[in-house]
Every structure is written in C-alpha cells, then in structure tokens.
C-alpha cells in the first residue's frame, strides 16, 4: 500500500478518538516532559499523528475486544488497519524497528486476550480457584505487561519525532511505571471486565488463586514496586523530579500503597446471572 493511498483510508471511529482524546491527554502530561516538549506549542505540532495512532490502535482494540465477547480467536486479525498504520507511518519517515516490535508485541496482546478471554469463558461456570486453572499465572502476566504497547509506540514516535535516541533506562522504568498503572486499571474495572468477558490481571489471578487471589496479586504488586523503585533511582534528577510531581497531581489513582482489592467473583456465571436480573 501506497503512502499516499494509506492516508485516505477510513480506518478510525468517533468512538475510537472519543477514547483516544483521554489517553493522548494523560500521555502528553506525563511522557512530554521527557522530551523537553511544551504543552500545548509541542502538542499541536504533533497533533495528527499522535492522534491518528492512538485513534487506530483504539479502531483496532474495539475489534479485538467485539471478537473476545464472540468468543472467536481467527488466527489472522485486524491486519489491514495495521497495514494502514505501518503505511502512513512509513510516508511520514516514522517507521523504526522498535516501533515495529512494539506493535507486534499489541498484536500479540490481541491474541492472547482473544485466547485466554476464550478459555475464562468456558470454565466461569465452575468455581474459580478449584481444579486444574484454565489459564496459568505466566499467561496472565505475559499478556499484562504487554498491555499498555499504545503508550511505547507514542513514546518511540517521539523519539523520532524530536530526532533523538531512545533513553533505554527511562524506556526501562516507563515500561514498570505502565504495568502498574494497568493493574490498577484493572483493579477498578474488575467486575465490568467479568461481565464483559474482558482481559484482567486480577480476572486471571481468580481463575488460577481462588479465595487467595488478593493475597497473591498483592505479593506480585510489592515486587513490582521494589522494581519499579529501583528504575526510578536510576532515573536523572530532573526526571526522577517529574516522575513524582505528575505522580502526586494523579494522588487518588491506586498504587503505592494506595491499593484497593475487590473480593473475588468466584462464579462468574452466577455473577453474571445476578448482575443481569438486578439491571
């Protein structure tokens, strides 16, 4: 495909900028100020192709999360979206390798929540936690830190955007910052993600730990803090210094010893039963 012809393609949704409009917010707060960017005169000079990735990525994840619910895994998904986005990304001198692999890594993603959304859903009528687990603990944290690729992929663009080299410590520590964030997510959006038929690390820890699954999601939790405190050492001071002023703005999100655990749905089909009559 052509760059020119990839541009005039119609790929995205109101819905899906709708949902773009908040995490380009939050992104451009939080990762800017890495790059010595100014908000708003650097934003708009990067308006359209922030917006324009993200936005597709979103067209591409609405897809992915319809195909989870229809309980379907078609081996080759989703592919002429991306096509399109690798075309346009490639018209505009964008296109690197590492932001290849992180997009490989979302497809991966895809597949994975298509695939484990599918097994939850055949064993959430049995009681979770007792028997043979039909997803394992490995599964569920593979495809958790591959969750948050849309925030690597905006973050490598602007790298490239701004013509400088990929930071590999900050890279290391935003990756940490990102799976926390996401299992916070996760935490808040637990029982929608049940009825939904909807990945979620804490879903996953109840189908595999039972009545001991906020014990041992907690446990993973305090290993990737020390993790996470660790990279953040590393960081230079001013980074280090932004980190935790976008941080204390964003004081009432989950994490850092602000964790709160829902009790666990241990009969997903009961669950959705009840939920279903009460509504």
């Known amino acids: 495909m052509f760059a020119r012809e990839a541009e005039c393609q119609p790929i995205i949704s109101f ?4 949902r773009a409009r908040t995490t380009i917010e939050d992104f451009a707060l939080t990762y800017f100020p890495y790059h010595g960017l100014k908000i708003p005169e650097d934003f708009f000079k990067h308006l359209d192709i922030l917006v324009f990735v993200e936005a597709t990525i979103y067209a591409v994840d609405e897809a992915n999360e319809s ?4 309980r379907l895994n078609p081996q080759h998904a989703h592919t002429e979206a991306l096509k399109t986005l690798q075309a346009v990304l490639e018209g505009q001198q964008l296109w690197t390798a590492a932001i290849a692999a992180e997009l490989n890594e979302g497809v991966e993603y895809w597949r994975a929540e298509r695939d484990i959304c599918r097994r939850l859903s055949k064993c959430a009528c049995s009681t ?3 028997g043979k687990p039909c997803v394992s603990a490995d599964e569920i944290h593979a495809a958790s830190q591959s ?3 849309d925030y690597r992929v905006l973050n490598l663009l ?8 990929p930071d590999a410590g900050l890279l290391d520590f935003l990756r940490a910052d990102e799976h926390l964030v996401d299992i916070g997510d996760d935490l808040v959006d637990y029982e929608e993600d049940v009825l939904e038929n909807s990945f979620n690390v804490y879903r996953g820890y109840v189908h595999v730990y039972g009545r001991d699954a906020p014990e041992k999601l907690m446990q993973r939790i305090v290993s990737l803090e020390e993790e996470h405190a660790r990279l953040l050492g590393m960081l230079p001071p001013h980074q280090r210094s932004h980190f935790r002023r976008r941080h204390t703005s964003a004081s009432s999100a989950q994490g850092s010893g602000n964790w ?10 009961q669950y959705r039963v009840e939920a279903s009559s009460a509504g």
Request: charged share 25%; no cysteine; hydrophobic share 35%.
């Open 15 to 18: 819905r899906s900028l709708k």
């Open 67 to 70: 195909l989870a619910k229809l």
């Open 128 to 130: 979770a936690g007792q």
């Open 147 to 149: 969750k948050s690729f």
């Open 158 to 165: 602007l790298y490239k955007l701004s013509g400088e080299e």
């Open 260 to 269: 709160t655990i829902p009790g666990p749905i241990l009969s997903e089909q």
